[in-house]
């Protein structure tokens, strides 16, 4: 999921993408949509926050990364096949789903935000890739980021920089 802000209209808007598509065909409709929205930061959570940098990479806007999937193209493969998820909606994972996601763009303005305590995606695999992101580690916590109040000021202090770096009129 990812919250995609925008000035223009003082609104955070909740965009879902489907992680069984190919990460192309995501990619093209949420940047599609950034645009409509005049999007000036993209936050996402786990695979959200593989698709925030790869937005924010490809659109030139500052991006939060909440717990992020550093590596889809393997971490999915153990989702390959029918199952439940956790709103009990049947869903089917193929390998060419997995193999259409590539590296963790490691390029942009970049926020990291992890919990410690996350069980499903090490916070330490951050560390797998080279990049010049800010990483902030909290204590605890768990997968679905249990830290978001105590982030904002992170978040708030990211977007002005981003704002004093490229100039945006915010």
């Given at each position: 999921?990812?919250?995609?802000?925008?000035?223009?209209?003082?609104?955070?808007?909740?965009?879902?993408?489907?992680?069984?598509?190919?990460?192309?065909?995501?990619?093209?409709?949420?940047?599609?949509?950034?645009?409509?929205?005049?999007?000036?930061?993209?936050?996402?959570?786990?695979?959200?926050?593989?698709?925030?940098?790869?937005?924010?990479?490809?659109?030139?806007?500052?991006?939060?990364?909440?717990?992020?999937?550093?590596?889809?193209?393997?971490?999915?493969?153990?989702?390959?096949?029918?199952?439940?998820?956790?709103?009990?909606?049947?869903?089917?994972?193929?390998?060419?789903?997995?193999?259409?996601?590539?590296?963790?763009?490691?390029?942009?303005?970049?926020?990291v935000l992890v919990d410690k305590g996350d069980d499903v995606?090490?916070?330490?695999?951050?560390?797998?890739?080279?990049?010049?992101?800010?990483?902030?580690?909290?204590?605890?916590?768990?997968?679905?980021?249990?830290?978001?109040?105590?982030?904002?000021?992170?978040?708030?202090?990211?977007?002005?920089k981003a704002e004093l770096c490229y100039g945006f009129n915010?």
């Amino acid at each position: 999921t990812h919250c995609i802000s925008s000035a223009a209209s003082d609104v955070y808007k909740r965009q879902d993408y489907d992680f069984t598509a190919s990460a192309e065909s995501q990619l093209e409709r949420l940047s599609e949509y950034a645009i409509n929205e005049k999007a000036d930061l993209i936050v996402g959570s786990s695979l959200g926050g593989w698709y925030a940098a790869a937005l924010g990479e490809s659109l030139g806007v500052p991006f939060v990364m909440m717990n992020p999937c550093v590596d889809p193209k393997e971490y999915l493969r153990k989702y390959i096949g029918d199952h439940i998820d956790y709103h009990n909606n049947e869903f089917t994972m193929t390998a060419e789903s997995c193999d259409s996601y590539g590296p963790l763009s490691t390029k942009g303005f970049g926020l990291v935000l992890v919990d410690k305590g996350d069980d499903v995606i090490p916070y330490t695999a951050i560390d797998s890739v080279e990049h010049d992101f800010t990483v902030k580690e909290f204590e605890g916590g768990d997968h679905r980021f249990a830290h978001t109040k105590e982030a904002l000021k992170d978040i708030a202090r990211h977007y002005v920089k981003a704002e004093l770096c490229y100039g945006f009129n915010m």
